[in-house]
Every structure is written in structure tokens, then in C-alpha cells.
């Protein structure tokens, strides 16, 4: 290569270029210009066109996301009820992650004392008192041990008994009959703010310039095809989307994930930069996804008691992503000039077939490689017609 | 190229060198010298110094980031209030995620009923009962329907009555009397720990090396130019330092963002790497934000009853991002080829002008490409001086 | 280099080659073949085998994270009680980001009304009635100035009174006998699902394919040898694999990281890509966490009052990261690429050793370089014996 070659400077400018030998071979010669056009197809083709390998991209992005439940159902719990958003969506400011209760077991009038353990917990198994320590909390479980084990009628082994809120939970699975019926209409609104520091570019999933904005706003729901950037998604589209049904979620709970993504050619104007939603199950159809609230109050004579309610439901996770891609010098020359260095490799392999596949191979090296003897003096002179008055150079 | 040449192993350490042609032509030299220093220019100038390619770098930061609130304000609620921390922040927990109260719509004593569902949704308007399907829930609406459409008197429609929590919502724009003035001089502080996993590298934004650190804590405000590292910061500064009014955004509220840019040049020490704080409204001035909040009761016989709040108020999010940067051989390797490379479409270009724009061009020809005729068989012999016992190599 | 060679279509598949010139340079040949070999080693041992260059990698991952905890502590309240996660664990629905209460300060039966403010609060100390400006909140304080500033008999000076939640919380640090002591016996399970989108990857770090799983899961505790992909963790280990103490910790609070790394080489099988927990402490030993929460009711009148727990706890933040790696042609022509460049560098420096430090040099320059003189007409012919009937070509 040509580019570090110093020369005193009396003979700066002279310009040094590299020799070279030309065969009439066509076979090598053929075979070279189609490695040429492979390679130049590949660097155009796949490099620019399909990878866009000119561009700088930033894969991290930004994000801040808030959400808003709407719609209202009819609860059967102890005293019956009209849920709202306030009741049934945790937490209620509206972040990334959203709870919507759909169904629960209810415990009412629990009040501090001694009982027995729930049966179903390991640790609290028992065949005599000394397997339950004393002052020792129950693992997994609801209570400090008193010390007791409880044998079941005319049984060995039994349950230890616990100091903690009585009684304990209720067995079992969730029941159908107290699903939230409605919650397959209720909707979420989505605002999703988004920044590319890199390239210092922001951008939000609503758009609010005009009235006619706000109305369709009102009226719009999420579509893959009619609506595509509607922010407003019904939740059992949501669940269904999945691929799961949303009344058998709606049982046991579920999580899911709403994912939008924000692939930007900045190279282009801004109206070509939009989300795209898709939804995915965040788990497997047999895991369910619930946590306890309690709600406490005072009796009649005051003493504390409280309401325990075990709430299952679906689990939205709005997880944002995306790339932002941007014309860079940078990235543009390194591959071009990986790609072009590739060519030497191909001249590599022609020479090897033509200096030793080739009849004619012997002469080929011989007019590649010029050997210098050991000891010969005269032979560069052979070559250098201005004789004495010649000048130096690297 | 150099690098691949093989030979059989008797001459394995014959050095072979590319062979040269040194022409006197001053202007090709001269354009050719001032290609190279641009080149060199452009490696070092830009890509090394400005862009610093020579660094690997971790744009993805993991962070934890802990928040608390301080401040009371006074809330001229039904009940006159004094409001803390523990009643105008959500989340209490302090995460990255914060929603100050300044403003609320207050619907005492809401009882479960039946009532008319509030007029301005769409869903419920209605011209006859069969418009207000029973046991149907209104769509984004705070009630069921329960199968009747009250007319207003006189009038052709109506709206759908509703079992729910009645009387509705109050309706209406939120009140600038009900603000709560004191909300302005809120201060936040903000607790960030941020870890570059590629580099092990982690640091905190607050420094609490000794007590002096502590008193400091207890006194600063942070300030873009007196107190740039000081972790707190007042509400009215952040929502102002955005370009929008507070006064104004407390009304109806709105979205803003903290931004926290970390950017850590790892080749120099820890003190250099600092968080720079940045302010941005995270929507535009139009959009507020709201949700609600319901406080459950009992009133004198013991009926549930319930306080609805439409609660106003300033969203903020902590959004921390950040780039570290840390010298890296492949880097550097993969910059330095890739520009050279691009030398050689230095001489590509120099080449052309020589063999084809010079008077001489055709003498230059001649001497840069050796032709060796299809049939020529001495040719090859003429600069081989050493004759018959000549050895061969690739 | 060969890859941009023209000629006019006539000669379009002659093979041109660079030509060589081979010295017996045993010496400079030698250097030659170690420096090819180093590099070569730095291709293949180090950018290959060592950094996996030929590798494209996506280090930004989608997570969702869900947390459950597990476990009851007695807690000596006024009234007293024992906690669930309903009660110690926020937020309640289990997102990344948890706090749990390890200890609190109680004030009970606060009602609003007229008191001195907390004297360790810098902006309520005054001398005189006009250093607390009526109807003006103190900076981080609890209460509303009322403009009076009460005296310590004697005292020159003294502290504002403020309208607020009276009396107001109890001074000094938290007492080590209200520490939830079974809270060490927590234990957290964490859910993890995580997608690298550019390659279309998802997994979760919870396998539940069959009831043993399940059985699994309800026994196993996460232990880095014996139990490494357990997902259920004991809080007093998390802490104290931090090098932190726990019973220490449990007093003032602190926060704490759960890393969940996931390295994939998605050249292998899934069954590779696991989940890498590790712990660190976010904070110095003396920063503590603690937030405040009120519980509000009324008194026997029906008078609003409350009791304020300042509580303090663990906050855990769950953080996910890692990097997917899979082949990416792209990558690896780039790497190789650079790297044969390299070789040019070396071939530079043996140029100029054998041009200018043997003593032969002269002789070597002859013949690398072939000097053409200015007005030489005939030199080029004599190295082109074909005469006259030569064809040019580029």
C-alpha cells in the first residue's frame, strides 16, 4: 500500500506507484472480475441497502410512560359493589406496570388470635408440639407459632397452632362465579413519551395539535389495521391478542406485555417515525399472577378487624424499545474499507491458481517475483538505465 | 498486500517486497501528498480526537433511583386538611415515578345508587330506554346500566340511569382556588446509583463522605451554576426550568421529566464522571394529568359511603441514561485500518490522473504495467539474471 | 491493492498482479514471518476466541419483572399487630422496585391544630415573631408558620409555631426494639421474563414445564452453589451477601440491588442462557431509607385524627440487564479486515530496515524502487520486449 512512503524531501513530490505485471490469462482473469462484482454486490446489496451499515444507530431509548384505566364493574364481594378504576387498578398514578384486578377470594372479619396454620403450607406440619417452636414465624405462612400442635380428631399428625389474624385465608382456587365480568371492556389509554439522546431527537405516541385530535381521541380504539396509532387498547383485545383467552385468564390472572417499538430513520422526516404496538403473554398459560390487600376496620366494640382479600388478575407491562438510525461518516468508511480489503483476498487466491495451477505457472512466477542473487552486483543496473547519476529514494 | 505471501519452506525467510515505480511527475506527487495529510487529518482530528473512536463504550446504565419529598401545604378540603408528603405524593415508596397533588375535584359522600350517569359521555346518551342496555356498563362511564333512560324534562333525549356510586363526578374544569399554593416550594431529592456493567464501573450522585457532606445535603438547592451536584431540587424550579409557568401547570397538571446524563470518560478518574441534570415537559402545554383516588367510609348507620378525589397534578420522571467510554485495542485497530484503507483510493485516484491525463501518460504505462505476451518465453529470462539455476517462489 | 483495476473492455479479463521483489534477506525475512505470526495470533486468540468479535451483539433487553414476598413478623404498635406483605411490603402489587419495613417510628394520635415545630428543623428557629412569616410552610417541614415564635423559658431564642398534624413526630433515630424481627426470614420470589428484540429472543428465569417444577419451586431457596436458578430468595441473605449486616441494615434501613444478568451466546442452545444473580449494596454504609404513611380515623367525637408511622425498611431494586450475542457476518469481515490491514504496518517497518539499515541497502532501494527519468524515452522499452506492437492497459 501506497499511503506511508516517506522520501527526503528533496524528493517529496516525486510520486511512487506500484508495479505491476499483466497477464493475457483469461481463465485467472475471468475469475477475478466475477470475485470483484461478488464482493461489490455484497458491500452495496447487503451491507448498505439491506443492513443500512452507513448509518450510527442508538438502540437506547428514553421513555417515560403514563396509562389510564376507564371503565367500571359490578362486584359481588360481602357488601356488593361497583368497582371503578380507583378500586380495581393497581397502582392508581398510572405507570409502565399495571395491575387490573379481574377476580379474588375474600376473607372478611379476620381479627387477631389463635388458630390453626392453613393446612397446605409444609412448614407448619406437625406430629408433636416440640415441631412447632414457639415465637418462631410460620415460613410461607400467616402466623407466629404458639407452641401447639393441633392433631386432627383421632390423627398423628396434625397443624400448628398460630397467633396471627383468624381465621386464616380460605382454601382453594378462585371461583368463576366472582370474576369481574365487564373488565373485558375496560380500556387503557397509553401516553408514551420517548427521547434519542444521541441524536437528541423526542417524540410522543399522541397527537394533540388540533380539536380533531381530542375527538378522535374520544372515540378511537387500538386496531392493527383501521387504528393503527390509536393509544386506546381494550383489554381483552389486549389478552386475545396473545394468543390466550381472556376469560379463562381472568380466573387465575395472567401477565402480559405490551410492547412498543420505536424504529426511527432519522434520515427521513419525523412523520416516518411511529410505534408500533404488539402484545405478548409474559409466562406460561399455566402461571397466574396475584398478591393480598387488606382493608382494616373497627367493630362494634372497636376491637381491629380486618377484610383480607386475595386479588388475582392481568398484569400489564408496557415495555418500550426501538432504534434510531442516522446517516455517520464513521461507519460508512469502515465498511467500505473492510469490504475493500476483502478484495485482497481474492487476488490472493488468483495469484495461487495462476502462479501454481497454471501450465504456464513457472513463467507467471517468474514475471511476479524478481530474485535478487545473493551477491549480484550488476543486476540492478540492468534495470536502471540512468546509470551512475541515479538518486535514491523509499 | 503483504500479509499472506507463502513460500515453499526452503525460502521461508526470503523477505519479498513490493516493487515500486518512482516517476519524477511533481503534480501527481504534490496531489497525492496533500490526499494523504487530509486523511491523516481526518483520523486524527475527527475520529480520535472529537469522536474518540478509540474507546469501547456502554450506552445501556443500570440505575436505581430513590426519591423523597418535603413539604406541607394547606387543602381547604370539606374538611380543612394540613397535607404532607404521606397524602400528595404517589407512590409513597419513592420511586422514579412520582405524582405530586396540586389540584383536586372533591365528590363527598357518595353513596351506592341509582343515578344518571354524567351527560358529557357518550356512551350514555340515550332516546329511549332500549338505548340503555340493563346490566351493561357504560363505556368509560362510572356505572351499570340499569335499563332506563331519564329524559330531561321536556326534552326528546336523555341520559341512561346508572347504578353506581351516586351522585356522579362532580362535572366541570378543576378550580384555581382549590390549588395548593404551597405545592411550588416542594423540594424533591433524588438519590441515583448508577452501575456500567461492562466496565464494573458504579457510582453514586450523592456524597457522603464525611459530615461536611451531611450539612451540605441539609442546606443545598440545586442550581445549574452555584450548586450543579446538589440532589434537591424545588417543584417550581423544575416545572419553570422546562419553559412551562407552574402557577399554570398546577391547575390541570402535567408530565416532566428529570433527566440524569451520565457521561463517564473512564480513562480519566472517577471525580471527572458526574451527573448532569436536565429538565424537559414531557407532552405538550395542552395535555394535563389526573387520576382518582376514592376514600371509603361508614356513615351514621353504618352505609358505605365514599369520598371521590379527581386528583391534578405534576407527573415526574427520572429518566437516567449515559455513555462510559474506556480505551479499547480493537477499537483503535479497526479505526486506524479502515482509514487507511481509504489511502489507496488515494492512489486509485492519483493513478488515473498519471496514466491517462499526463502528455506522458502512455510512457507512465508502460512503465507501471509490465505485458507479458501469450507465447513470449524469453521475456521473463532477460531480468533474471542468475540464468537456468534460478529458484522459484510465491 | 487489486480491486479497482479498469482496462478497456478489450482487456477487461487480463490478470493483473502486483510484482515482487524477493531478497535472500534472511534477517528482515525472519522478522517478517514473526510479526505475521503475532498478529495472526491477535486475530484468532484475541479478537476471535477471547472477545467473541464475530459475534453481533444486543446489549439493550426488555424485562418484566413481578415480586412476591413471603412471610409474618409481630410488630409491637400501640395496637399490636402482626404484618403480612399486605402490610410491610410497597408497593403492594410487586413490581421491581420494593421497600420493605424493617422498622418505624410511631406518632400516634396526631389531630390538627396549633404546636411548636420539630426544633431540628433549621427554618423554624427565630428570636422573634417576624422570623415566622404567617401563612408561610416550613422548608421541609409539617407544618404552616401562624407567625408566633414560642420562646424556651428564658431562652433567647426559639421556634415557630405552626398550624398542623400535632403533636408533631417524635425526635431522634429509630429504636432497635421495633425492629420486625422475623423480617430476616423473609422470602422474595422474583419473576423475570426478558426479550433481546433484535434477535427475537425471549426466556423467563422461571422453568415450570412439569409438577416437578412446581414442587421445586415450592421448597428450593436460592443458594449459588447448591440452588444457583432458584428464583426465591431469603431477604437476610440478599443483605448479607452484600457484606452489609442485616440486623444492622433492618434498623435505619437501606437499599439494595438484585442484578440479574443474562449472557447469551445464541450461536448455542437455549438451555445456555440463564440468569446470573448477584447483589450489591446501592449506598454507603450510613445512608439509610425511610418514608412516612399515615393511617387516618376518627375519634370518639368525630374528630379527624391519625397516626403517622415514619417507616423504615430495605429497598430492593431488581435490575436487570445482559447481552445476546449471535454470528454476524458483518462483524466478522469488518474484524478480519482490520486486521490484515494491520499487516501492511508491518511490512513498512521491514522496508525500512532493509532499505536503510543493512548494508546492502543501497543495493535493496535499486531495486524495490525503478526510477524512470524525465526525458527518458527509451527505458520502459527496454523492459518490454514486445516493441512496438505493445498494447497499454490500466
Known amino acids: 500500500m501506497a499511503w506511508w512512503r516517506i522520501r527526503h524531501p528533496l524528493f517529496l513530490f516525486d510520486y511512487t506507484t506500484v508495479k505491476y505485471v499483466v497477464t493475457q ?19 452495496i446489496g447487503w451491507v448498505f441497502i439491506e443492513k443500512k451499515q452507513y448509518q450510527a444507530k442508538d438502540d437506547t431509548v428514553e421513555s417515560s410512560v403514563l396509562t389510564k384505566f376507564k371503565g367500571v364493574a359490578s362486584v359481588n364481594t360481602t357488601d356488593f359493589k361497583i368497582w371503578g378504576p380507583e378500586d380495581y387498578v393497581y397502582p392508581k398514578q398510572g405507570e409502565d406496570f399495571l395491575f387490573i384486578i379481574t377476580n379474588f377470594i375474600e376473607t372478611p372479619n379476620q381479627e387477631l388470635g389463635n388458630c390453626s396454620e392453613k393446612s397446605s403450607i409444609p412448614d407448619a406440619n406437625c406430629t408433636k408440639d416440640e415441631d412447632c417452636i414457639k415465637e418462631e414465624a410460620v415460613r410461607a405462612g400467616n402466623g407466629i407459632k404458639t407452641g401447639l400442635c393441633l392433631k386432627t380428631a383421632g390423627g398423628s399428625d396434625g397443624i400448628c397452632e398460630i397467633k396471627g389474624w383468624c381465621p386464616t385465608e380460605k382454601h382453594g382456587k378462585p371461583d368463576k362465579a366472582t370474576v369481574l365480568r365487564q373488565a373485558e371492556n375496560f380500556t387503557l389509554y397509553i401516553r408514551n413519551f420517548i427521547r434519542f439522546s444521541k441524536f437528541n431527537f423526542s417524540k410522543s405516541n399522541v397527537k394533540l395539535n388540533n380539536s380533531d385530535d381530542y375527538l378522535y381521541l374520544k372515540s378511537c380504539l387500538y386496531d392493527q389495521i383501521v387504528h393503527p396509532y390509536c393509544p ?4 381483552g383485545d389486549i389478552v386475545n391478542k396473545t394468543g390466550r383467552n381472556f ?9 402480559f406485555g405490551i410492547m412498543i417499538d ?13 410505534p408500533h404496538y404488539s402484545f405478548i403473554s409474559l409466562g406460561s398459560n399455566t402461571t397466574g399472577f ?3 390487600i387488606a382493608e382494616y376496620s373497627n367493630d362494634a366494640e372497636g376491637k381491629k ?7 388475582f388478575g392481568i398484569h400489564l407491562q408496557i415495555i418500550v424499545f426501538g432504534t434510531a438510525r442516522k446517516f455517520n461518516i464513521i461507519n460508512t468508511i469502515i465498511n467500505i474499507a473492510s469490504v475493500l480489503t476483502l478484495m485482497t483476498a481474492g487476488s490472493f487466491l488468483c495469484d495461487i491458481i495462476l502462479l501454481y495451477m497454471m501450465k504456464k505457472s513457472t513463467f507467471y512466477r517468474d514475471s511476479k517475483f524478481e530474485r535478487i542473487a545473493k551477491n549480484d552486483k550488476e543486476s540492478p543496473a540492468k534495470k536502471m538505465p540512468e546509470g551512475p547519476k541515479r538518486k535514491f529514494s523509499l
Not at 386506546?232 to 383489554?235: E, S, T
Not at 420505536?262 to 411511529?274: A, F, G, P, Q, T
Open 25 to 43: 490469462n483469461r481463465k485467472v482473469g475471468l475469475l477475478y472480475r466475477i470475485f470483484q462484482l461478488t464482493v461489490m454486490a455484497y458491500l
Open 232 to 235: 386506546i387498547f381494550r383489554l
Open 247 to 255: 376469560q379463562e385468564s381472568a380466573i387465575m390472572g395472567g401477565s
Open 262 to 274: 420505536w424504529s426511527c430513520d432519522l434520515d427521513k422526516e419525523d412523520s416516518h417515525c411511529n
Open 290 to 292: 396475584n398478591f393480598r
Open 305 to 311: 378487624q380486618r377484610t383480607l382479600y386475595k386479588v
